[in-house]
Every structure is written in C-alpha cells, then in structure tokens.
C-alpha cells in the first residue's frame, strides 16, 4: 500500500498527551479502513502533529481520523518509503507510537524538523580540465571521505552523492553546522598540507518541517539549502535564519549577511554565515 504523511496544526493548548490519546483511537478502527498508522512526530512548539500511515489512498487515511477523533489534516502527501526512511531515520518510538529523538530520554520526542546541508566542491570542472580525470577523482575522493567522516561523527545521515557534492539530513541542527565546522576544517588542513593542490568546499543548509507549503518531503527547505550553498562564497558555511535562530544558546558562532537574493525564492531571504575558523 501507499505511504502517507499528514500534517495537522493543532489548537493551542493541545499537549502530547493529547495526541497521544488521539493515536490510540487512530488505532482501534483504522484496520475498518484498511489502513495502518506507524508512528507520528510532535511539535508542541508549533503546535503540530505528522503522521505516518499506509493507507489504499489519502481519503481513507481522513476517514479513520474523521471517525477515531475528528482531528483531521491540513494536507496529506504520498511519500516513498525509503525517501522518508532516509529524511527523517529515527524509528524508535514510546509506546504512544511518538517518534522519540535518538539517544535522549523516552520523553524527549522528535519534532519532525530536520536540517538539510549540501556540499558543493568549488570549480570540480576545472579541476578535472587541471589534473586530469584521475588526479580529479582522487581530490574528490578525499571531499568525500571528510564529509563522511564528519557526517558519522555528527549524527548525519547521507541522502544522495550529488557528482560534486554531497547532500545529508541531520535531527540536531546544532549537529549539521557543527558538521559543517568540521567539514571546512579539515579541508583546512588538507590544503595547508597539499598547497599544489588546495580543495575548497561551500556549505549551505536550511532547517525545516517535513511537509511544507509543496507536496513533496522537505521540498522548500531541500531547495533553500541548495540555493545556499550554490550562492555561499568558497569556504563559506551558509545557512538560513531558522538555523540561526534554533542555535541559539549552542555555543556557535553566526555572521549576519543580511538579505540574500536566491533562485526560485520569489522574496530575498535572510542568511547567516557560520563562524568555523580557529
């Protein structure tokens, strides 16, 4: 069957409890109509609920949430499994079936915020035209053994090998631009002990809710964070205001470059550059 995500936005004072109670009636009949919830994330911050459920379609989905509690989705969106699986990994649930952050405590449930990053080595055609397809295939090998590397250190999880680049999700915010810091770091050093042959990466990475104003997995956040990293300087961490705004208290650094014009963002959009040099 199908996979389907639902977002619901949640009258104020609704608490996880709430919820809680509501996914247990999901339960009790949703086998009347053939479908079969798996888990959901909670953002009580913002008030919000994404379910996850194999359904025959959407309309039977909204008819087991119509009859358990009422409650129904803002929208509900197809996804394919595996690309969930990868977004948003975290399978471990309480047995309210809430999706818990990893490593913390069975209270401490998963939002359903992810930060995307993306990696984008600087003039890869040049290097190929330079030294020639192996030398280049080799200086490319090394970016992705240190963005590998940092991702497994960091708690990121690779989604695709973009050619010249790689693309990753991250639960922790604070943990991709920490990634990042590494990411940039090490190819410090890697430039600082092969002068001839210097590798410089951008970084962009935005943070956001798994369905947005598009009907696709992390569409908008997925696009900002490309279009940051395609207009941030050579090793340049840039990343959106939200990240910004999550890392608060962090302990990491952020330079305000104002408001950035970006492709296929119909307003200019405010970035910050993250502080990663010693």
């Known amino acids: 069957m199908p996979l389907y995500m639902d977002i619901?936005?949640?009258p104020e004072g609704t608490t996880a409890e709430d919820v809680a109670k509501a996914h247990a009636k999901d339960m009790e009949i949703q086998r009347k109509y053939g479908v079969e919830y798996h888990k959901?994330?909670?953002?009580?911050?913002?008030?919000?609920?994404?379910?996850?459920?194999?359904?025959?379609?959407?309309?039977?989905?909204?008819?087991?949430?119509?009859?358990?509690?009422?409650?129904?989705?803002?929208k509900i969106i197809e996804v394919e499994p595996d690309v969930a699986e990868v977004f948003?990994?975290?399978?471990e649930t309480n047995p309210a079936g809430a999706v818990l952050l990893p490593g913390n405590g069975p209270n401490e449930r998963d939002p359903g915020i992810r930060t995307i990053l993306f990696t984008d080595v600087v003039n890869s055609t040049t290097l190929t035209q330079l030294l020639g397809d192996?030398?280049?295939?080799?200086?490319?090998g090394v970016h992705d053994t240190i963005v590998r590397d940092a991702l497994s250190a960091l708690g990121g999880r690779e989604?695709?090998?973009?050619?010249?680049?790689?693309?990753?999700?991250?639960?922790s915010t604070a943990g991709a631009v920490r990634c990042a810091i590494q990411i940039q770091r090490e190819l410090d050093k890697h430039a600082q002990a092969n002068p001839a042959h210097p590798l410089q990466v951008r970084v962009g990475a935005a943070a956001g809710e798994p369905v947005e104003q598009h009907n696709d997995l992390f569409g908008c956040t997925v696009q900002l964070a490309a279009r940051l990293c395609a207009h941030a300087q050579p090793e340049q961490i840039l990343v959106s205001?939200?990240?910004?705004?999550?890392?608060?208290?962090?302990?990491?650094?952020?330079?305000?470059?104002?408001?950035?014009?970006?492709?296929?963002?119909?307003?200019?959009?405010?970035a910050h550059a993250a502080a990663w040099r010693q």
């Open 40 to 74: 959901y994330w909670v953002n009580e911050a913002g008030n919000k609920v994404f379910c996850l459920a194999h359904a025959p379609n959407a309309e039977a989905a909204e008819c087991v949430h119509r009859e358990a509690h009422g409650m129904m989705a803002e």
């Open 159 to 171: 989604i695709k090998h973009t050619g010249d680049g790689i693309m990753a999700s991250f639960v």
């Open 241 to 270: 205001n939200a990240i910004a705004e999550l890392c608060i208290g962090k302990g990491l650094s952020f330079e305000d470059v104002g408001e950035v014009t970006l492709r296929g963002f119909g307003s200019p959009v405010r």
């Open 8 to 10: 619901h936005n949640l």
């Open 134 to 140: 192996e030398a280049a295939l080799a200086l490319l």
């Open 88 to 91: 948003l990994g975290g399978t």
